[in-house]
T-cell receptor, first 114, second 109 residues
Framework: SAVISQKPSRDICQRGTSLTIQCQVD?????MFWYRQQPGQSLTLIATANQGSEATYESGFVIDKFPISRPNLTFSTLTVSNLSPEDSSIYLC???????????FGQGTRLTVV | AQRVTQPEKLLSVFKGAPVELKCNYSYSGSPELFWYVQYSRQRLQLLLR??SRESIKGFTADLNKGETSFHLKKPFAQEEDSAMYYC???????????FGTGTRLLVSP
């Protein structure tokens, strides 16, 4: 397994601004993912972060709103742009070391947009 | 489409009582099923996966392909089992997970 450090753990942001969330893994991982958990709802996959190339977004999520970087096998960032109150959620990053292996998670970022 | 359904948002039991957290899924391929748990102020972590067929912390879950279910069971609940439990599905050979909405288990003394 591996340990993912995610920061910030929480933030309160003004509408119209952006928040960048960072995830650092303590070892190399093949796959990294970003999820959103809106209040009272399940975790929904935003995108797969691909090392050295553009992320692969799920239906309903676009790069302009959720730009993702993954410069190497241990680090990724998610930016939530042009914030609105509807973006208030918990955002989680996840990693995996290969197909059919366990997925592990960061501690999450609780974002509140005011 | 892949879908995971957890019908109960909250399950409240007394210590020592049996527990069953329900999970049904919809998927046409060969999914892997998981249970993840999130204790208070801790990160989401894997509890068990169907291919392991093992018991973790006294919990077991059996994949029933006929009923498309993967219910989580424990014969005698403990207070430390109080947590949020998520059932999740993954297509074999891929990494991304589809989660249910979660069930909060509350075990009272």
């Amino acid at each position: 397994s591996a340990v993912i450090s995610q920061k910030p753990s929480r933030d309160i942001c003004q509408r119209g601004t952006s928040l960048t969330i960072q995830c650092q893994v303590d070892s190399q991982v093949t796959m990294m993912f970003w999820y959103r958990q809106q209040p009272g709802q399940s975790l929904t996959l935003i995108a797969t972060a691909n090392q050295g190339s553009e992320a692969t977004y799920e239906s309903g999520f676009v790069i302009d709103k959720f730009p993702i970087s993954r410069p190497n096998l241990t680090f990724s960032t998610l930016t939530v742009s042009n914030l609105s109150p509807e973006d208030s959620s918990i955002y989680l990053c996840s990693g995996g070391k290969g197909m059919n292996t366990e997925a592990f998670f960061g501690q999450g970022t609780r974002l509140t947009v005011v | 489409a892949q879908r995971v359904t957890q019908p109960e948002k909250l399950l409240s039991v007394f210590k020592g009582a049996p527990v069953e957290l329900k999970c049904n899924y919809s998927y046409s391929g060969s999914p892997e099923l998981f249970w993840y748990v999130q204790y208070s102020r801790q990160r989401l972590q894997l509890l068990l996966r169907h291919i392991s067929r093992e018991s973790i912390k006294g919990f077991t879950a059996d994949l029933n392909k006929g009923e498309t279910s993967f219910h989580l069971k424990k014969p005698f609940a403990q207070e430390e089992d109080s947590a949020m439990y998520y059932c999740a599905l993954r297509d074999t050979g891929f990494q991304k997970l589809v989660f249910g909405t979660g069930t909060r288990l509350l075990v009272s003394p």
